[in-house]
């Protein structure tokens, strides 16, 4: 059986920074891509940043420039590094991997994450 666990969410002042890590259990056959989703309220679920298994990154674009999306080797730890925090940032931080066989996404608990003075 799968599991994520997020963690290193938090409270931060706009202009700074936090690192949000997702540990993965369980074995998956075949990864498509490890990412982070966000969910603020009232919005719908958005891709923030993902890292296919050859090492591609996507990033939405309002993000790009400040976050860094970055895994290890075996696929068992996902980080986002966030930088130059906005208000507009803050969400619920969902970490995913996709799987291909079978096509699966595989979810975390969500990590909170506020931006505010």
């Known amino acids: 059986q799968v599991h994520l666990v997020e963690s290193g969410g938090g409270l931060v002042q706009p202009g700074g920074s936090l690192r949000l890590s997702c540990a993965r259990s369980g074995s998956i056959f075949s990864i498509y891509h490890m990412g982070w989703y966000r969910q603020a309220p009232g919005k719908q679920r958005e891709l923030v940043a993902s890292?296919?298994?050859?090492?591609?990154?996507n990033y939405v674009d309002s993000v790009k420039g400040r976050f860094t999306i970055s895994r290890d080797n075996a696929q068992s730890w996902v980080y986002l590094q966030m930088n130059s925090l906005k208000p507009e940032d803050t969400a619920v931080y969902y970490c995913?991997?996709?799987?291909?066989?079978?096509?699966?996404?595989?979810w975390g608990q969500g990590t909170q994450v506020t931006v505010s003075s």
């Open positions: 995913n991997v996709r799987s291909t066989t079978p096509v699966y996404d595989y």
């Open positions: 890292i296919t298994s050859g090492g591609i990154t």
